[in-house]
Nanobody, 126 residues
């Protein structure tokens, strides 16, 4: 069982990146998936999530209108399209299974639940 985030990099403000969260050993479409990020010296925060089944999504206020989460079920992958990137988006981004995800909010998985992938670093700087 493996969950791997990729697609990070160094970009200038205003540019775009697409992060991927790829699974092996299990089927991502059966799970809600969340994206979290952790900036240097800050706590890990929820960014976006997509539920299983109905595919409802949630976005943290600072990324609404700029980020889009989607599923690529054929590739067993969840994507996070990030447009109009800002320096404050700089962080290590992580994907996780089984977050507490609804259209009203996102929280970490409950105790003993969820599987975190390795993060991918996004740096937005001129």
């Amino acid at each position: 069982v493996q969950l791997q985030a990729s697609g990070g990099g160094l970009v200038q403000p205003g540019m775009s990146l697409r992060l991927s969260c790829a699974a092996s050993g299990f089927t991502l479409s059966y799970y809600a998936i969340g994206w979290f990020r952790q900036a240097p010296g800050k706590e890990r925060e929820g960014v976006s999530c997509i539920s299983s089944g109905d595919g409802n999504t949630y976005y943290e206020d600072s990324v609404k209108g700029r980020f889009t989460i989607s599923r690529g079920n054929a590739k067993n992958t969840v994507y996070l399209q990030m447009n109009s990137l800002k320096p404050e988006d700089t962080a290590v981004y992580y994907c996780v299974t089984d977050p507490i995800c609804s259209t009203y909010g996102l929280a970490r998985p409950g105790l003993g639940r969820g599987y975190w992938g390795q993060g991918t670093l996004v740096t937005v700087s001129s």
